[in-house]
Antibody
Framework: EVQLVESGGGLVQPGGSLRLSCTAS????????MDWVRQTPGKGLEWVGR??????????EYAASLKGRVTISRDDSQNSLYLEVNSLQTEDTAVYYC???????????WGQGTLVTVSA | DIQLTQSPSTLSASVGDRVFITCRAS??????LAWYQQKTGKAPKLLIY???TLESGVPSRFSGSGSGTEFTLTISSLQPDDFGTYYC?????????FGPGTRLEIK
C-alpha cells in the first residue's frame, strides 16, 4: 500500500518560516506529480500547490493566496517532497497534507498530515 | 478561479436511506471532478474521480454523476460507516479548488 508520511510540523512564531517534508514509499515516486493541501482547524480543504515530475521539468503551481511565500520542491533520489512557507501568519495554522496526484489528476493517496501552529 | 458550492452543508439521514450530495461549479469543468470522504482526524479518502468512476476498493453503494457544472454523489443505502464530511474537488484548471464540504450525520 502506498505510504506518505509528513514531518516537520510544530509551533512557529509569526513571521517565521517552516519546511515540511513528505517521505513516500511503496510506489514509484518519480512517476507522479505531488500536491500539498492544508486544512485549518474545523474548516475545509485548501490546495496549496503542486510539483510536476522530471519529464515536466519539475514545474510548479501555487495557490494565489500563498504565492510568493511558498516553495514546493522534491528529491526523487530520496522519495521526498518538501514545502517551504515564509512570513508565516496565524492564518497559516493548519494541518498540512501531502498527496499523490493520480494519472487522472486527482489526489488518490494522502499522508496523515502534520499540524503547524503559528502563534507567539 | 473555479468556485465549487455544495448542498446541503449538513445532512442527517438514517441507515438504509438513499443520500444525495450536490456540487456545483462556477464554470464548466467537463467531468474533471472528484469526491472525497473525510473522517475526523483523518486524511481525505478518494471515492470517485472523473465525476463517475469509482476508486478501487470503494463500496459500490457510492456513485457519482454529472458533467459540466452540476454533479451529484449518491450513496444508495447509507451505512453506519458512511458518516463524515464529503468534499468535491475540480481538476479542470489551476488553482485546484475544493467545495466547502457536506457533513453527513447518521441518525
Amino acid at each position: 500500500e502506498v505510504q506518505l508520511v509528513e514531518s516537520g510540523g510544530g509551533l512557529v512564531q509569526p513571521g517565521g518560516s517552516l519546511r515540511l517534508s513528505c517521505t513516500a514509499s511503496r510506489f514509484t515516486f518519480s512517476d507522479h506529480y505531488m500536491d500539498w493541501v492544508r486544512q485549518t482547524p474545523g474548516k475545509g480543504l485548501e490546495w496549496v500547490g503542486r510539483i510536476r515530475k522530471k519529464t515536466n521539468s519539475y514545474t510548479t503551481e501555487y495557490a494565489a493566496s500563498l504565492k510568493g511565500r511558498v516553495t514546493i520542491s522534491r528529491d526523487d533520489s530520496q522519495n521526498s517532497l518538501y514545502l517551504e512557507v515564509n512570513s508565516l501568519q496565524t492564518e497559516d495554522t493548519a494541518v498540512y497534507y501531502c498527496a499523490r496526484v493520480s494519472n487522472d489528476y486527482v489526489l488518490d493517496y494522502w499522508g496523515q498530515g502534520t499540524l503547524v501552529t503559528v502563534s507567539a | 478561479d473555479i468556485q465549487l458550492t455544495q448542498s446541503p452543508s449538513t445532512l442527517s439521514a438514517s441507515v438504509g436511506d438513499r443520500v444525495f450530495i450536490t456540487c456545483r461549479a462556477s464554470q464548466t469543468i467537463n467531468s474533471c471532478l472528484a469526491w472525497y470522504q473525510q473522517k475526523t482526524g483523518k486524511a481525505p479518502k478518494l471515492l470517485i474521480y472523473k465525476a463517475s468512476t469509482l476508486e478501487s476498493g470503494v463500496p459500490s453503494r457510492f456513485s457519482g454523476s454529472g458533467s459540466g457544472t452540476e454533479f451529484t454523489l449518491t450513496i444508495s443505502s447509507l451505512q453506519p460507516d458512511d458518516f463524515g464530511t464529503y468534499y468535491c474537488q475540480q481538476c479542470k484548471s489551476y488553482p485546484i479548488t475544493f467545495g466547502p464540504g457536506t457533513r453527513l450525520e447518521i441518525k
